[in-house]
């Protein structure tokens, strides 16, 4: 869950599994996003879930930082049949998943919703700039 000057961001990802690539990557196929801006965490946790109840989840990744944990603890008991992890923001972990981002990108692994309906929607466009916005800082 965010602070009050940020956003609270859901991303819902299908992980094909069953073929990894020859370096053992597999690909991943973003299927929706849900940004929250300016609202209470009370009515957040109510948002998110009714945002990923429209898919089939295995498990969902909270990250752990500040209050995350609590907020882990509380999506597991709103989302009973699906694994949430809290998930650490130090700066070694961070990198880490920095590294496999990039590595999926490079190898052609990450597959983002590229439709004409899509690109005209205004969710895409954030994510297409936050995306292109992206800088790793030393």
Same mark, same amino acid.
């Given at each position: ?12 990802? /299908? ?11 597999? #690909?991943?196929?973003?299927?929706? /996003?849900? $940004?929250?801006?300016?609202?209470? /965490? #009370? ?39 699906? #694994? ?11 990198? $880490? ?5 990039? #590595? ?19 969710? /895409? ?14």
């Amino acid at each position: 869950m965010a602070r009050s000057n940020d956003s609270t961001v859901v991303t819902v990802c /299908w992980v094909d599994w069953d073929h990894p690539d020859p370096f053992g990557f597999y #690909e991943h196929r973003i299927l929706n /996003w849900l $940004e929250i801006n300016n609202e209470e /965490w #009370e009515s957040q946790y109510f948002h998110i879930v009714d945002f990923l109840r429209h898919y089939d989840l295995l498990r969902v990744g909270v990250d752990a930082q500040g209050v995350g944990g609590a907020v882990a603890e509380r999506l597991q008991i709103l989302l009973p049949n699906i #694994e949430v992890l809290p998930v650490s923001s130090d700066s070694k972990v961070q990198n $880490e998943r920095w590294v496999h981002l990039t #590595e999926l990108i490079q190898r052609d692994q990450l597959v983002i919703p590229g439709h004409s309906k899509a690109r005209r929607n205004r969710t /895409w466009k954030r994510f297409n700039q936050q995306m292109s916005d992206l800088e790793k800082v030393y």
